[in-house]
């Protein structure tokens, strides 16, 4: 079992940068991958970035890559979002999720969610 827990999210203006944080609690957190999602409105859930158990494989999505950046701190139980030069599309509220395995970037195996964080960006 996983809690998962994300903060960070809130207001930014175009072209400004937020850091999402998801801290968990649960004994199989640095076992699994843990990936970021979003749903905008009218939208269905879309994966936004995934990175590896140990951390050393990421995935982004195509309209986030070299803008958002994912790492974690498993001493911490921890993964971050880093995300930079955000635009007006990048409006949604974000999940994060564990993983049922080390490395997943299938939206359906991912067995534990977070209650989500609104990111707003505004022109």
């Known amino acids: 079992q996983v809690q998962l827990v994300e903060s960070g999210g809130g207001l930014v203006q175009a072209g400004g940068s937020l850091r999402l944080s998801c801290a968990a609690s649960?004994?199989?957190?640095?076992?699994?991958?843990m990936g970021w999602f979003r749903q905008a409105p009218g939208k269905e859930r879309a994966i936004v970035a995934v990175?590896?158990?140990?951390?050393?494989?990421?995935y982004y999505a195509d309209s986030v890559k070299g803008r958002f950046t994912t790492s974690r701190d498993n001493a911490k139980n921890t993964v971050y979002l880093q995300m930079n030069s955000l635009k007006l599309e990048d409006t949604a509220v974000y999940y994060c999720?564990?993983?049922?395995?080390?490395?997943?970037?299938?939206?359906?195996?991912?067995?534990?969610w977070g209650q989500g964080t609104q990111v707003t960006v505004s022109s």
């Open positions: 649960g004994r199989t957190f640095t076992s699994a991958a």
């Open positions: 999720a564990a993983g049922r395995y080390s490395w997943v970037i299938t939206g359906s195996m991912y067995d534990y």
């Open positions: 990175i590896s158990s140990s951390g050393d494989k990421t």
